[in-house]
């Protein structure tokens, strides 16, 4: 891909993801709306697995390309690609652990706080990753 079409990617998965998280923040009534006429799955299932997914994109997009030791750099790879797949596959967990499409949890069992650790994980390696790579920096030095 060529620079420009990395910068017009980048702003146009910011858009998005503001959209989202404005959303989800202000408990929008999209949220709940079905996606197909009378579908189960809610516009908001859809929107958080897209932020999800953009969100480890732009932590690639972003990363500079500042010459560092391979073990950091690939801490913080190995992090954000799982955070990655995790946000491919969040529909389907969710799909599994709760049976149904809106993914809510008929009570407080073991699923449900799976799901919670699962979905809290997700957008946060990312950050981990990236707060690893810093730290592995400081016992790794590039030649």
Known sequence: MTNKRIKYFFLASILIQMFVITSLATASPLLSMPIAGEGSMPWGNLMTAILFVLFPLNFLLIRTTRKIHQVPQMAFRICVLASLVLGVLW?????????NWSASFSGQDASSRFWWVYTTVTPLLPFAGYFLMRILTLFFKTK
């Open 91 to 99: 529909i389907p967990v969710s799909f599994l652990l709760t049976g």
